[in-house]
T-cell receptor
Framework: DGGITQSPKYLFRKEGQNVTLSCEQN?????MYWYRQDPGQGLRLIYY???????QKGDIAEGYSVSREKKESFPLTVTSAQKNPTAFYLC?????????????FGPGTRLTVT | EDKVVQSPLSLVVHEGDTVTLNCSYE??????LLWYKQEKKAPTFLFML??SGIEKKSGRLSSILDKKELFSILNITATQTGDSAVYLC???????????????WGLGTSLGVNP
């Protein structure tokens, strides 16, 4: 089955630790995205990548880093510099850059930092 | 500031009712408006609207865009319990060169359908 997988579903970390969220897709999509979803706020774009070895900052990139070494994978690292890391993180992919091309979303990772 | 406002924030209906969800926007360089359904976790794509007055339809769901009044509605007829979800609206901006710039997301409307 084609799709996007994110792991883990739930993640708990202590403040001050970096944590990496996984996102893998087997849809052969060129573009991938990371969003953050908080109560009372719409989805906010963290980073996106149009092709391998290239990525751009979204609206709230501070405190996050990404890599795109393979077409299928777009991991997100939440660093200790991110002031409010507790949130629901969604990964998405599309054949080409959205919104011209439909985005497909993964099931999300809920990160809790205490 | 660019923004997308959805209303109502939440509503509860009975199975069989018809509902209308609203999405209004203020965006500098509008390109398109998208509707997504989010059940528990992953949003799934419903519609993309670019032209005013042309209804998009998929089963019991339909949507239309009014670019003059800057809003869109999502209609669901004969609602079922499986329609219970958060419905998200997003507006795509383009830059002055006509390239995709970004999506601006609304907060969503939480719909509950009771049997």
């Amino acid at each position: 089955d084609g799709g996007i997988t994110q792991s883990p579903k739930y993640l708990f970390r202590k403040e001050g630790q970096n944590v990496t969220l996984s996102c893998e897709q087997n849809l052969n999509h060129d573009a991938m995205y990371w969003y953050r979803q908080d109560p009372g706020q719409g989805l906010r774009l963290i980073y996106y990548s149009q092709i391998v070895n290239d990525f751009q900052k979204g609206d709230i990139a501070e405190g996050y880093s990404v890599s795109r070494e393979k077409k299928e994978s777009f991991p997100l690292t939440v660093t200790s510099a991110q002031k409010n890391p507790t949130a629901f993180y969604l990964c998405a992919s599309s054949m080409g850059l959205a919104p011209t091309y439909e985005q497909y979303f993964g099931p999300g990772t809920r990160l809790t930092v205490t | 500031e660019d923004k997308v406002v959805q209303s109502p924030l939440s509503l509860v209906v009975h199975e069989g009712d018809t509902v209308t969800l609203n999405c209004s926007y203020e965006v500098t360089n509008f390109r398109s408006l998208l509707w997504y359904k989010q059940e528990k976790k992953a949003p799934t794509f419903l519609f993309m609207l670019t032209s005013s007055g042309i209804e998009k339809k998929s089963g019991r769901l339909s949507s239309i865009l009014d670019k003059k009044e800057l809003f869109s509605i999502l209609n669901i007829t004969a609602t079922q319990t499986g329609d219970s979800a958060v419905y998200l609206c997003a507006v795509a901006e383009e830059d002055n060169a006509g390239n995709n710039r970004k999506l601006i997301w609304g907060l969503g409307t939480s719909l509950g359908v009771n049997p």
